[in-house]
């Protein structure tokens, strides 16, 4: 998810997509810890999405976009 795409979203949404981007990474990790992960650049990458939503949620707090 493009960050462009992060900020067409409504507030609520983002807090949904942050929720179960946090659950996604939570199952990633725990794919990991027991060796049935195939692809590793899904942890990165889950990562990055939540940094992307905070970003926003945080932008739109402070009144900067």
Do not use: C
């Amino acid at each position: 998810m493009k960050i462009s795409e992060v900020r067409a979203l409504s507030e609520e949404d983002m807090k949904k997509q942050l929720a179960d981007s946090e659950k996604e990474l939570l199952d990633l990790q725990f794919k990991l810890a027991t060796k049935q992960l195939v692809n590793h650049r899904q942890l990165p990458e889950a990562r990055r999405k939540i940094a992307r939503i905070k970003t926003v949620l945080r932008e739109k707090e402070l009144g900067i976009r």
